[in-house]
């Protein structure tokens, strides 16, 4: 996603004045918070005023794609203004944690309200990110050409039966990297990428475009199953478009290894930069995205879950849905598996 302009002038309006603001460290200014953020939800507004109400501390805010980011911030270095970033899957806080940018936090909110498998790397200083929602990354089937039985676990995916039927976005992707390393933590390097080969094997089509793309190539039958995160999903279902209403009376979805480990679950999530410089207002905003009240926002704004246990979100469509198993594979083991992943699909041609 490109660089949102309004939101970038208003951010070096801010640089401006945190320049200022170190050049004479004694000048009291209005407490403020920069924030880089790969969220791009509006409701994700209307959390951040609510912040500002509450607290006083006011949010500059960079919004752009996680690569993006995370190249800014590389560009910044240690003049970087980012006090918080927020990114969207474990893939990328873990890429974000290899390259130092976090101080670890240690909060009793945090560790309070968020559990332990939804938390980057703790050597026992705290841990270096968090988690604010979560999502699944399940299997849609198109339900005149496949039966839900058929595709009941992800190893089905490379079920010979499945021949010519299968679509997924590129296995480089972080989705896809965070995915099918969980799935070697399960399976094991050797076994993971014989599942992988198998998937390949069955290709309907090079892989190409994104989770939204697979949902609408499985309705028009030029797929019969593929694997899709759970928001875009919800976001089709809960569509008025006609287009999208006809695309969900012909798929079907299924909570895949109920059976065994559970469904993948991911996350987004974020943490304090290194070099904050406002480093307490940062960890604030961590402690208020916990809240109940900034995590039924977080969520609901893309049709995602809470981390925290007790908030509590009405989404009609998500309700729907009912329990699943999840997958409790620690999320910065997730991250981290995106190594042997990334391997996987290099040997395999999951490109
Ligand atoms: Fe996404």
């Known amino acids: 996603m490109p660089l949102r302009l309004p939101a970038r002038r208003r951010l070096l309006a ?17 407490p403020v918070l920069n924030l880089y953020s790969a969220r791009h939800y509006q409701t994700d507004e209307a959390l ?16 752009a794609g996680d690569e993006a980011l995370l190249e800014r911030l590389r560009t910044e270095g240690r003049n970087s203004p980012a006090d918080v970033l927020l990114l969207v899957d474990a893939a990328r ?33 705290g841990a270096e990110w968090f988690a604010v929602s979560t999502r699944a ?12 039985e058929q595709v009941a676990t992800y ?39 014989q599942w992988a080969r198998g998937v390949v094997a069955n290709f309907a089509r090079s892989p190409r475009g994104g ?32 287009a999208d209403k006809d695309a969900v009376s ?10 065994s480990w559970g469904t993948h679950v991911n996350v987004s999530g974020g943490g304090v930069l290194r070099n904050a410089p406002n480093r307490e207002a940062a960890v604030r905003f961590l402690e208020y995205l916990a809240s109940d009240s900034a995590q039924a926002y977080l969520a609901e704004g893309n049709n995602e879950w809470p981390v925290v246990p007790s908030a509590v979100m009405k989404n009609p469509v998500l309700d729907s849905f009912g ?4 997958d409790t594979l620690p999320i910065a083991q997730v991250g981290r598996a995106q190594i042997t992943a990334a391997k996987i699909i290099d040997r395999v041609g999951w490109r």
């Open 14 to 30: 801010a640089l401006a004045v945190a320049g200022a603001a170190h050049a004479a460290p004694t000048v009291a200014a209005d």
């Open 48 to 63: 951040y005023s609510d912040f500002t109400k509450r607290t006083g501390i006011r949010i500059n805010r960079i919004e």
């Open 93 to 125: 806080l873990w890429r974000a944690q290899v390259d130092g940018m976090f101080k670890p936090v240690r909060s009793k909110v945090l560790d309070s309200r968020i559990p332990g498998h939804l938390r980057g790397k703790d050597d026992g200083g």
């Open 137 to 148: 990354r399940v299997i849609v089937y198109n339900k005149a050409t496949v039966k839900p």
């Open 155 to 193: 190893e089905s995916l490379a079920d010979p039966a499945l021949k010519g039927k299968v679509c997924t976005r590129s296995g480089t992707h972080p989705y896809m990297l965070s995915l099918i390393g969980a799935i070697s933590e399960h399976l094991g390097e050797a076994k993971a990428e």
């Open 211 to 242: 989770d939204t793309d697979q949902i609408k190539a499985v309705a028009t039958g030029e797929c019969a199953v593929a694997l899709t995160n759970t928001y875009y999903l919800v976001r089709m279902m809960r569509s008025d478009a006609a």
């Open 250 to 259: 012909k798929i079907g979805m299924v909570w895949p290894n109920q059976q």
């Open 323 to 326: 329990k699943f198993k999840a």
